[in-house]
């Protein structure tokens, strides 16, 4: 089983990335996938959550508006395009996969907002 992120990396304030998930090695269409974030010093916060077939997602209010998660059940990829960026969005980004007590996570990407 694997979660690998990537698209992190340093933006300045105002500016977009896309995180990409890919998944490997279980039934992923059948999985409810999230994003979280986890900055210096404080504990991991839900961001962004879909359903297994995408059409229901939800969002921490500190990101609604201008995070967007999807799916793409047919590559095996959970995303998350994160636009308007602030520095308080930086932290890292992990993937986390979930199906009843099935409960898989990537390694995470660093995301750093700064000019």
């Known amino acids: 089983v694997q979660l690998v992120e990537s698209g992190g990396g340093l933006v300045q304030p105002g500016g977009s990335l896309r995180l990409s998930c890919a998944a490997s090695?279980?039934?992923?269409?059948?999985?409810?996938m999230r994003w979280y974030r986890q900055a210096p010093g404080k504990e991991r916060e839900l961001v962004a959550r879909?359903?297994?077939?995408?059409?229901?997602?939800s969002y921490a209010d500190s990101v609604k508006g201008r995070f967007t998660i999807s799916r793409d059940n047919a590559e095996n990829t959970v995303y998350l395009q994160m636009n308007s960026l602030k520095p308080e969005d930086t932290a890292v980004y992990y993937c986390?996969?979930?199906?009843?007590?099935?409960?898989?996570w990537g390694q995470g990407t660093q995301v750093t907002v700064s000019s």
């Open positions: 090695g279980f039934t992923f269409r059948r999985y409810h």
């Open positions: 879909i359903t297994s077939n995408g059409d229901t997602t």
């Open positions: 986390n996969g979930v199906l009843g007590l099935y409960d898989y």
